[in-house]
């Protein structure tokens, strides 16, 4: 028996592995806390990748007279990739070749990935798909509490609070043995709110639920401090001994009485007078953000709203209390504390920061002058791709782009004016396909590496079987990569973890003082401590921040020609791109649908299992109908686990984390 995490989110719910002959058999790990032996569907059936024959098990390098990928040596693949970096390096500088990397990879991976950007490759274009997934969450924790930790106290801290705000999650889906944590809440007499365009089976275990408009959310927000304001319900005596920065809140929400909240957000203002008095009257609330609420254009602003919110009521510190974001990726913590982003070292060190260029310089033994400075956020990146100042070589590690990047389209078009692809993946998925040379890489069973969890709890996946034989490690082939361009990089897991922890020394995630021992024996560590801002923030002055932010509503709003607001989201039975769980036998697969109201069904004379088509102005996609009253009518919903819903997607950033707004575009449907 070997005790290891999920390979999928970022609950990375403990499990034994058993070897039954060659087969290796999942079992429950009862004293892990997160999820005390309970696993979801993807969990119990996610060894069946193991063997399967669509594993990639020889590195690929497409062959320039037929254009098809053919078999090749390691040597022969990591050779021609090198020689080619190194060319591209020289006509064109060091920036045309970029880097992207993933939330999945381990801390050991992300950590390398960045270090082979920043110091074998010398590039700046480096980032990765947690753009896509908390961004915004992080750069609003940033600014208002001055650290980025997703939640800032462990999960199970939820069932002793009195009301839990679910603002755009459905984690009954997306997390489903954490909502064993709502329901241990709910028995104590606590009261679950969730606030989604759809009634989820998350909804569907709440005691309150809001439905706005997609993208609405942080007009909500600013409502309810209306309203609290007005109560006198804002805690002072918090606000004046913690915080800066009320007056202006308090001078922003004024105009944002109830009706005007409901003219945006579609809530009656009885539901916001509700809410704002069950607030008032709770001695504890704790809110979490999820994709719902950030994946927008202006996801930043919304999340500092909510915060301003937590704020307001006095909650951030307190015990079962506070406000935090449920990460996602099974690393989406630590995949964004070690250097694989574009404006961090190791360590959530900024790049910019000369003290932090000198220290991570120090322990790679480069000067800090030839560290490269911040480069293109994650669509940025991609889309430069191929143009005359953007990377003319991309590596990819750990996502599946031409799936799960906005847009699609376009950015499949950027991929295709690449003078070099190269995907190292586990099977061939859609990105992997269109690459110059395809690398074979283990997973997660078949190799040891930390993850740190949604409550910044570092985690160990230990090696649990042998890898099919023509396989190696991320690790290896960075390494390997990093050898051709003359360094020397660690590969053995353990190595790259004790490097890390002395990158990361001193650095705001700071993982000096963990080991695999002590993970081991302590079930997980938390990096900092387990429960942040009990007598102080993480800003100079140890007060948190309340930002006054004004509601812009969404980058496309829905006009005649597109009059309905699309949103995108996630299934219980798949992961992401799906190009793991998709390729699973019990897992089903039926492929991606729409979900609309039958009011807007009968309208457009659609049928429920007939197809319609959704458009946008980006694209559009034929998928069969789910006619279903749980979502509102002027809005529908197609899960992105299939290539086509980010056809349809819109690729306007937000302006400070750069996060895409995959929650909300304008689009038409047609029976
Ligand atoms: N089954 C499964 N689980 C997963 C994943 C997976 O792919 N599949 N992925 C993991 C990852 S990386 C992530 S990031 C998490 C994501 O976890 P969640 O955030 O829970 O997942 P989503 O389905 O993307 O979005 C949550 C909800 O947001 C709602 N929503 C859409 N627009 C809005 C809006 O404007 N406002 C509000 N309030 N709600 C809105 C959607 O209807 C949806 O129910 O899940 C993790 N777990
Ligand atoms: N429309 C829409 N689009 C979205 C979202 C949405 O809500 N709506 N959500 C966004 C979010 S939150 C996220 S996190 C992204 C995720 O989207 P992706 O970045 O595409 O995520 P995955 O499907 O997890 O991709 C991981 C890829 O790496 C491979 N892989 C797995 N483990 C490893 C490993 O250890 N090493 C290597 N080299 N490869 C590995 C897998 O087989 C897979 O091909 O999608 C985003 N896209
Ligand atoms: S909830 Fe997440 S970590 Fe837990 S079993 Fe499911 S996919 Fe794996
Ligand atoms: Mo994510």
């Not at 586990?426 to 190799?447: F, G, I, N, R």
């Amino acid at each position: 028996m070997t005790k290891t995490h999920c390979p999928y989110c970022s609950l990375q719910c403990g499990m034994d592995l058993a070897r039954e002959g060659r087969a290796l058999e999942v079992r429950p790990w009862t004293e892990f806390p997160v999820n005390q032996g309970a696993l979801c569907r993807k969990g119990w059936t996610s060894t069946g990748l193991r063997g399967h024959r669509e594993r990639l098990t020889t590195p690929l390098v497409r062959d320039r007279a037929t254009g098809e990928l053919r078999a090749a040596g390691w040597d022969e693949a990591l050779d021609l990739v090198a020689g080619q970096l190194r060319e591209l390096r020289a006509s064109y500088g060091a920036d045309a070749v970029g880097v992207f990397g993933g939330g999945g990879l381990t801390n050991e991976k992300a950590y390398s990935l960045g270090k082979l950007a920043r110091v074998a490759l010398g590039t700046s274009q480096v980032d990765y798909n947690g753009r896509w997934c908390m961004s915004s969450a992080a750069s609003a924790a940033n600014r208002a509490l001055g650290i980025d930790r997703g939640l800032p106290f462990p999960l199970t801290d939820v069932e002793q609070t009195d009301v839990l705000v679910l603002v755009g999650s459905n984690l009954a889906e997306t997390m489903p043995p954490a909502a064993r944590h709502l329901d241990a809440l709910r028995a104590r007499g606590g009261h679950v709110v969730v606030i989604d365009p759809r009634r989820t089976a998350t909804a569907e275990r709440a005691d309150t639920f809001l439905q706005p408009v997609p993208g609405t959310d942080l007009a909500l927000a600013l409502g309810l401090l209306h309203l609290l304001d007005a109560a006198g319900a804002v805690d002072e005596e918090y606000v004046a001994a913690r915080t800066v920065g009320w007056a202006e809140v308090r001078a922003a929400v004024a105009s944002w009485w109830p009706e005007r909240v409901e003219r945006v957000s579609g809530v009656e203002t009885a539901q916001l007078r509700r809410l704002a008095e069950l607030l008032a009257d709770a001695e504890k609330v704790t809110i979490l953000t999820a994709r719902g609420a950030e994946q927008h254009a202006q996801g930043t602003d919304t999340v500092l709203a909510w915060i301003d919110v937590a704020l307001a009521l006095g909650m951030p510190g307190r015990p079962h209390a506070g406000y935090g974001c449920l990460t996602g990726q099974g690393n989406g913590q630590g995949g964004r504390e070690h250097g694989q982003k574009a404006d961090q070292l190791p360590g959530y060190r900024m790049i910019d920061d000369p003290a932090a260029r000198e220290h991570v310089a120090g322990v790679w033994g480069v000067d800090p002058s030839s560290l490269p400075g911040p480069g293109r956020s994650a669509y940025e990146l991609l889309d430069a791709l191929g143009t005359d100042d953007g990377p003319r070589a991309l590596l990819v590690f750990g996502s599946n782009i031409v799936v799960s990047a906005p847009n699609a389209t376009h950015v499949t078009s950027r991929l295709a004016d690449l003078d070099l692809l190269v995907v190292a993946d586990l099977v061939m998925s859609e990105t992997a396909a269109l690459a110059d040379v395809v690398l074979p890489v283990t997973q997660w069973a078949e190799e040891t590496g930390t993850m740190t969890n949604l409550e910044g709890r570092v985690i160990l996946r230990q090696q649990a079987a042998s890898p099919p034989s023509g396989v190696r490690s991320d690790l290896d082939v960075i390494a390997g990569l990093a050898a051709r361009l003359g360094h020397d990089f660690a590969a053995d897991p353990e190595a790259v973890f004790a490097e890390l922890g002395r990158a990361s020394a001193g650095g705001r995630a700071d993982y000096s003082a963990i080991s695999y021992d002590r993970i081991r024996e302590e079930h997980g560590v938390f990096w900092g401590t387990e429960r942040m801002f009990g007598s102080s923030f993480a800003h100079p002055d140890g007060r948190a921040r309340f930002v006054a932010v004004e509601h812009r509503g969404p980058a496309e709003p829905v006009d005649p020609t597109y009059p309905l607001h699309l949103t995108t989201g996630r299934v219980l039975a798949q992961y992401q791109s799906g190009a793991q769980t998709r390729r699973i036998a019990d897992l089903p697969d039926d492929g991606p649908f729409v979900e609309l109201h039958p009011m807007l069904a009968d309208r457009i004379g659609a049928y429920d299992g007939r197809p319609v088509v959704v458009t946008t102005r980006r694209g559009e996609l034929k998928a069969p109908a789910r006619v279903v009253d749980t979502i509102r009518p002027d809005t529908v919903f197609v899960p992105f686990h299939w290539v086509g819903a980010n056809k349809l997607t819109n690729d306007a950033l937000d302006p400070s984390s750069r996060m895409p707004e995959f929650k909300v575009c304008a689009c038409a449907v047609t029976a």
